[in-house]
């Protein structure tokens, strides 16, 4: 069932997004070289507990897992894609890491991912193409956005994420996309990362969407689940990229919720 949100819950999850995305800045600001992934995830949980928002993700577990999520965040470094549990590996120069956190303010949810490498410095040439695999992910996230208008489809927006996506050559993860996002992290619609324009929902305002593509270097779209039963990774070994946004459709047109805003951080 879709649920349309109200201006007034709007406004509560504009705070979790905000919740989230000065997580994920923390995080990245602490992510440097010899840094712990757990520590980092460590960083993440005192934003969240500061703002006096609840983890989202901490105790999570769909139908599908093994055991409830234990982290605050995913942290996933070079070939996993997503759903990395933030342990004991120690950040390296030019490892490729991908954030993702959600925060849940007053019973309403945030849920974003960044990535970027660590420990990049104009010397050391470290980059192995992550920049352009960076830059194809946002291109590919920023097309979803600009779909997300009142009266375009679901397909559109699906369409624009995948075909800025393909166009790169990159793979795409095979069957994971995006999602509805309100009182619950999943909620209906799912929004696969590739459609067809003017095809499924239509869109109204107080829809919202988490966006989230997941490009892989290599250019297949295949991965394998680790024994941990969470941690998702290539299958050919090639490194990859995750970005997302929980986005609202208002009347005027997307709003990014997860949007880092300057004023928020002087609150
Ligand atoms: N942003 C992720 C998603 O939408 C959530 C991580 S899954 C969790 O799938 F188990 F870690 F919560
Ligand atoms: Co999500």
Redesign the pocket.
């Known amino acids: 069932m879709i649920e349309l949100k109200t201006p007034d819950e709007i406004e509560l999850m504009r705070h979790a997004g905000q919740i989230t995305a000065a997580a994920l800045a923390a995080v990245r600001d602490a992510a440097e070289v010899g840094v712990r992934l757990d520590e980092l995830d460590e960083v993440a949980a005192a934003t969240i507990a500061a703002a006096g928002a609840e983890a989202?993700?901490l105790g999570?577990q769909?139908r599908s897992?093994p055991s409830p999520?234990p982290?605050v965040s995913?942290i996933s470094v070079n070939d996993a894609v997503?759903?990395g549990i933030p342990g004991r590996y120690v950040l390296a120069p030019g490892d490729l890491v991908s954030v993702?956190c959600?925060a849940r303010y007053r019973g309403w949810s945030g849920?974003a991912?960044i990535t970027f490498i660590v420990g990049k410095h104009p010397d050391t040439g470290i980059t192995r193409g992550d920049e352009a695999l960076i830059a194809a992910t946002r291109a590919s996230l920023d097309a979803g956005i600009a779909a997300a208008r009142p009266g375009a489809r679901l397909g559109d927006v699906a369409h624009a994420i995948g075909t800025v996506a393909r166009s790169t050559g990159y793979g795409l993860m095979e069957g994971h996309g995006?999602?509805g996002i309100g009182r619950e992290?999943?909620e209906d619609p799912h929004v696969p990362n590739e459609g067809r324009p003017g095809r499924g929902l239509r869109l109204r305002p107080g829809l919202v969407l988490?966006l989230?593509p997941m490009l892989i270097a290599g250019g297949t779209d295949a991965y394998d689940e680790d024994p941990d039963g969470?941690t998702l990774r290539t299958t050919d070994g090639s490194r990859a990229a995750h970005i997302?946004h929980t986005v609202a459709v208002t009347e005027h047109g997307p709003e990014v919720l997860t949007q880092p805003v300057s004023t928020y951080a002087e609150r």
């Open positions: 989202l993700f999570y769909p897992a999520y982290g995913c997503v759903h993702d959600g849920d991912a995006g999602h992290m999943h988490a989230e969470w997302e």
